[in-house]
């Protein structure tokens, strides 16, 4: 009974020193705030350059934002042409980790509700709803003093539902006054992307659109160029038949690089049904492009749709949180105006690609490219 005891203490003991040793400087701490993301990580697997191009008697370019269909094994991609606002339908050959080509299949042009042409378009943002169709942001046009949201078919790009944007975003300028509040030219309604739930019908289940602009609100703006942008993130939730603004966001940009006198937010994309993001920032400025790839945590900001401006000292609101998942400036290889951004096919061993494309301005000087990732740590 005594050995007994003893070999009890003794066990004891080991089991002390070893919790001692376990929670002492042998294991990383990790904060509160690196619990708030997944671990993910990226790496390059390849670029493409699309080949300069016409299809369909019109350049192929300005190609803004895309999004992959993995049923058809298909992208579509954005042309922010004003003029002749469309989408592309690509077929991506992507084999053995690399980018074999990217053909153009198709072009839809954009129509109103009435079937005519659609030219009052600056489309920047789109994503694939479960229930074919297209939703679509577009900045501030020449013929609109605000930015436009709206829902068009697939297969024939003729536009069937316009969502409601906030007054807020509408610009007050007017002959004898400068514009005050809304937003900015250029600088609206660029980043979008859908969260669906998993084995969703789309027309029974609705599903979360998010979309942020590439700059502040002009009430949002602060004077000194030393305090970072304040965007902001529209959330809705879609229905069959409705569409409700659920709620609205601070998105703090990371402070302009020296010299940039470009710095926005290009694009969003939905991670998982935990409020997880990707998000990209693009700069540009002498020297030359910068994109940075965040991971973004939405739970616990603070909805920002009753407050007036964002200036100043915002003590007590609480932004979206994120994190630099991938500063692009590090890898190999000549960055170019990279504004779309989707979840690709899955690769070789099962895990998710990330496909980032440029924005070449069709400017003869600048590329179409297509960037494959690896997205490690996504389920």
Request: charged share 20%; hydrophobic share 40%.
């Amino acid at each position: 009974m005594q050995m007994r005891l003893r070999y009890l203490l003794r066990a004891a003991a080991a089991g002390c020193l070893c919790l001692l040793l376990l929670s002492g400087c042998g294991l990383p701490r990790v904060s509160a705030e690196q619990r708030l993301f997944l671990e993910l990580s990226t790496t390059l697997l390849d670029s493409y350059v699309l080949p300069k191009q016409d299809f369909a008697g019109e350049p192929v370019g300005g190609l803004s934002a895309i999004t992959y269909d993995p049923r058809a094994d298909l992208l579509y991609a954005l042309s922010d042409s004003r003029e002749h606002p469309r989408f592309y339908t690509l077929r991506p050959a992507i084999q053995a980790d690399r980018i074999q080509a990217v053909t153009v299949a198709a072009v839809t042009q954009f129509k109103d509700a009435a079937g005519n042409p659609l030219g009052s378009l600056d489309p920047e943002g789109m994503a694939l709803t479960p229930r074919g169709s297209l939703i679509v942001s577009s900045e501030v046009s020449p013929n609109s003093d605000a930015p436009f949201l709206g829902e068009f078919d697939l297969a024939t790009g003729q536009l069937q539902t316009q969502f409601r944007i906030p007054e807020r975003y509408q610009s007050d300028a007017a002959a004898d006054s400068p514009q005050t509040k809304g937003a900015q030219t250029n600088l609206s309604l660029e980043a979008l992307t859908i969260n669906t739930a998993p084995g969703t019908a789309g027309y029974i289940e609705p599903f979360r659109l998010f979309v942020g602009t590439e700059g502040p609100l002009l009430q949002d703006l602060d004077e000194s160029p030393d305090i970072p942008f304040k965007n902001r993130v529209l959330h809705y939730l879609i229905g069959q038949d409705q569409s409700t603004l659920i709620s609205e966001h601070w998105y703090p940009m990371t402070e302009s690089p020296l010299g940039a006198v470009l710095n926005g937010l290009s694009e969003l994309l939905v991670l998982d049904q935990g409020g997880h993001f990707l998000a990209l920032e693009r700069a540009f400025g002498l020297q030359g492009f910068s994109i940075k790839l965040y991971q973004l945590a939405s739970g616990g900001a603070t909805d920002v749709s009753a407050i007036a401006t964002l200036k100043g000292d915002i003590t007590g609101i609480n932004p979206i949180r994120k994190q630099l998942l991938l500063d692009l400036s590090a890898l190999d290889l000549t960055l170019e105006n990279s504004e779309g951004m989707t979840l690709g096919p899955r690769l070789q061993d099962g895990s998710q690609s990330l496909l980032i494309v440029s924005d070449d301005n069709f400017d003869e000087r600048q590329q179409t490219q297509f960037l494959l990732f690896r997205l490690a740590g996504l389920s």
